[in-house]
């Protein structure tokens, strides 16, 4: 199978409001599952330790967003930063779903219509245009369509899944998919949750990450079930299936995760 190769927000530069306060230290202990493929030279290594927790998305219910103060009232979640995409596939995926959005459904549509939404990063990748230092698909409070992601937000008025519309780093946070080869060419291909890390340099100075954050572990069924679509369209339908009986297997529970051990 063609597994994907994942993308990242490449060396975030953190917008400084305040000066930015340390994350408290945390021990960072998860329990793993592995085992290997049916079809390719290739392990699975997957964090039960996340995938069993019940992590969920509290965009716009106390989401502090990732600037180095406390955003709460901007309400931009993780969209402060241009969204890169992974490649032309992934563009095409937006370029389709941007036809269907109509003013009523997007902000900034006007805009985009005479500027594009797309822009290059730094590292010369595309990625979403900024304006007023959020994305450009970022619906802000008072908008009245509703604040949150234009494509996330149409997509489900449609009757459609979000991921469908939306790049695949946008879709698939806090999911991390990483692929490594050893020498002999066998495959490693790890899903775990998307860390500070994982944005750079500057995500060591977040306020706030939400998969630290014991206030995000709220949701009412675990990450395997929530974010289903999103695990398949990454590791595919084979794999999940493979996956599923071990992280639900009888009198086993992983250990919780360390921002529920944190409260």
């Not at 930063?81 to 269907?100: E, I, L, M, N």
């Not at 489900?156 to 469908?164: K, N, V, Y």
């Not at 998919?177 to 944005?199: A, F, M, N, P, Y």
């Not at 060591?204 to 369209?233: K, M, N, Q, S």
Request: proline share 7%; with cysteine; hydrophobic share 35%.
């Amino acid at each position: 199978m063609g597994a994907y190769r994942g993308s990242t927000f490449a060396d975030v530069p953190v917008r400084r409001s305040s000066p930015t306060r340390a994350p408290e230290p945390l021990l960072d202990t998860h329990e793993w599952i592995s085992f290997d493929d049916r079809t390719e030279k290739r392990t699975w290594m997957l964090d039960a330790t996340f995938l069993r927790s019940s992590w969920s998305c509290i965009f716009g219910a106390g989401c502090q967003g990732v600037l180095d103060a406390d955003a709460t009232e901007m309400a931009q979640g993780c969209c402060s930063y241009g969204a890169h995409f992974v490649d032309d596939d992934d563009v095409q995926t937006v370029v389709r779903a941007v036809v269907k959005l109509t003013p009523a459904d997007w902000q900034y549509a006007k805009k985009a219509k005479r500027q594009g939404f797309l822009d290059a990063g730094d590292d010369g990748a595309t990625v979403t245009r900024l304006v007023d230092d959020a994305c450009i698909f970022l619906n802000r409070p008072g908008f009245e369509g509703g604040p949150g992601c234009a494509l996330h937000r149409a997509a489900l008025a449609a009757g459609e899944r979000p991921m469908d519309w939306k790049p695949n780093v946008c879709w698939q946070l806090p999911l991390r998919l990483d692929h490594q080869t050893d020498d002999q060419g066998h495959v490693t291909s790890t899903l775990r949750e998307w860390k500070r890390r994982d944005w750079g340099p500057g995500g060591d100075e977040f306020h706030w990450w939400c998969t630290d954050a014991p206030d995000a572990f709220v949701g009412g069924v675990p990450v395997y079930e929530y974010l289903r679509d999103e695990i398949i369209g990454m590791v595919g339908p084979e794999v999940y299936d493979q996956m599923l009986p071990l992280l639900t297997r009888p009198k086993w529970t992983p250990l919780p995760h360390p921002a529920v051990r944190r409260r």
